[in-house]
């Protein structure tokens, strides 16, 4: 079993449509990271969580300490939405910043 | 500033050539990551350097070595490439401090025949 998994991992939505993420880890954690990368491959950092929730734009980040889980939202989904979208913990336990992937959620978002 | 840059972009190579992946940073930070990206797993850390003059092993360091060439420069090496090793690679950097923001580099689209 993973450290840390991800459901789903593919998900299409129409254009408009609320959209969930969801990332579940089997450890302790320091904080966990929500990624998304590009079709054409590049990574860019969307949020850190240590606690509670974080909103950018129309991205809201949660996350559960007790239940080890932390939920990804999308509103207003749109077709540039569209990539793969990846949870990393940081341990309790690990030295330095060294995460833990998730394999990544492929969301594609239709016109 | 140009973030993190990874050369080269794409590369083949026959089974047992060798070859160095380049990564440098421009943002001063201290910590430094080499991954892999398979299909169907997640990044993988291969080494990392928390410092200038500081490498460790990661999670699948077995046919790769690393040089920490200074602050900036973090490179990695395949010395007889095998065709396990065909993956994208990406490199990534980070700065001490609460939020452990990584930034990540292009990545090197490599294929081992």
């Known amino acids: 079993k993973n450290e840390v998994e991800q459901s789903p991992q593919n998900l299409t939505a129409q254009e408009g449509e609320f959209i969930t993420i969801n990332c579940s880890y089997s450890v302790g954690i320091s904080a966990l990271h929500w990624l998304q990368q590009h079709p054409g491959g590049g990574i860019v950092s969307l949020f850190m969580?240590?606690?509670g929730k974080k909103k950018h734009g129309r991205l809201i980040a949660t996350i559960n300490i007790q239940e080890k889980h932390s939920s990804l939202h999308i509103t207003a989904s749109h077709p540039r939405d569209s990539a793969v979208y990846i949870c990393a913990v940081r341990g309790e336990e690990t030295s330095g910043s060294r995460l833990t992937f998730g394999e990544g959620t492929q969301l594609t978002v239709n016109p | 500033n140009a973030g993190v840059t990874q050369t080269p972009k794409f590369q083949v190579l026959k089974t047992g050539q060798s070859m160095t992946l380049q990564c440098a940073q421009d943002m001063n930070h201290n910590s430094m990551y080499w991954y892999r990206q398979d299909p169907g797993m997640g990044l993988r850390l291969i080494y990392y350097s928390a410092s200038e003059g500081t490498t460790d092993k990661g999670e699948v360091p077995n046919g790769y070595n690393v040089s920490r060439l200074n602050k900036r420069e973090f490179s990695l090496r395949l010395e007889s490439a095998a065709p396990s090793q065909t993956s994208v690679y990406f490199c990534?950097?980070?700065?001490?401090?609460?939020?452990?923001?990584?930034?990540f580099g292009p990545g090197t689209r490599l294929t081992v025949l």
């Open positions: 969580l240590s606690s």
């Open positions: 990534a950097s980070s700065a001490p401090g609460h939020t452990d923001t990584q930034y």
